[in-house]
T-cell receptor
Framework: EAGVTQSPTHLIKTRGQQATLRCSPISGHTSVYWYQQALGLGLQFLLW???????NRGNFPPRFSGRQFPNYSSELNVNALELEDSALYLCASSLGVGGQETQYFGPGTRLLVL | GESVGLHLPTLSVQEGDNSIINCAYSNSASDYFIWYKQESGKGPQFIIDIRSNMDKRQGQRVTVLLNKTVKHLSLQIAATQPGDSAVYFCAENTRGTYKYIFGTGTRLKVLA
């Protein structure tokens, strides 16, 4: 069974540009989570999607947004990139029943903002 | 691969010894907890979870202990192996909040 996949693996952008990160959950999983992991910090919760709906978002500005498609894959968009957005962005998926199921993580997208 | 966090607390353990990694969680209402392992350059990997109606749960070579009174979680790894070297962090969740809170992690170094 394929795990959570993310693309691209690496992304280099300049300040002010937009970045789009993609995630495909494990087959059968309906919940997708996005996290930011900056160097020296723990995982910071960004967004949680379940059945196409945004269930919750973390303490990030509105320029961080996303969506979940009918096939449960997801996109994270970061507008007006800032240098401090440089981080590893991790996507996780779970069965999405009740919100307390094991999250399985993808390998991440490393975003570098110059 | 790149290191995950440059200023994490580090636990150095001799190969074959037992490791104990601790985590203080923040929300007394949290009722679900997970331990993850993250190797350099990889995404976090699920190790073991525990619900608040339990105080101990065992897996293969790992045991999680939960002390709700002091909001403390620990991960015990038996007979630590070189492949256990990684960053370990806990996560907490309260049912219905649709949010997980992650600890910053502890780096485990296994000495040969």
């Amino acid at each position: 069974e394929a795990g959570v996949t993310q693309s691209p693996t690496h992304l280099i952008k300049t300040r002010g540009q937009q970045a789009t990160l993609r995630c495909s959950p494990i087959s059968g999983h309906t919940s997708v989570y996005w996290y930011q992991q900056a160097l020296g910090l723990g995982l910071q919760f960004l967004l949680w999607y379940d059945e196409g709906e945004e269930r919750n978002r973390g303490n990030f500005p509105p320029r961080f947004s996303g969506r979940q498609f009918p096939n449960y894959s997801s996109e994270l968009n970061v507008n007006a990139l800032e240098l401090e957005d440089s981080a590893l962005y991790l996507c996780a998926s779970s069965l999405g029943v009740g919100g307390q199921e094991t999250q399985y993580f993808g390998p991440g997208t490393r975003l570098l903002v110059l | 691969g790149e290191s995950v966090g440059l200023h994490l607390p580090t636990l150095s353990v001799q190969e074959g010894d037992n490791s104990i990694i601790n985590c203080a969680y923040s929300n007394s209402a949290s009722d679900y907890f997970i331990w993850y392992k993250q190797e350099s350059g990889k995404g976090p990997q699920f190790i073991i979870d525990i619900r608040s109606n339990m105080d101990k749960r065992q897996g293969q070579r790992v045991t999680v202990l939960l002390n709700k009174t002091v909001k403390h979680l620990s991960l015990q790894i038996a007979a630590t192996q070189p492949g256990d070297s990684a960053v370990y962090f806990c996560a907490e969740n309260t049912r219905g909040t649709y949010k997980y809170i992650f600890g910053t992690g502890t780096r485990l170094k296994v000495l040969a």
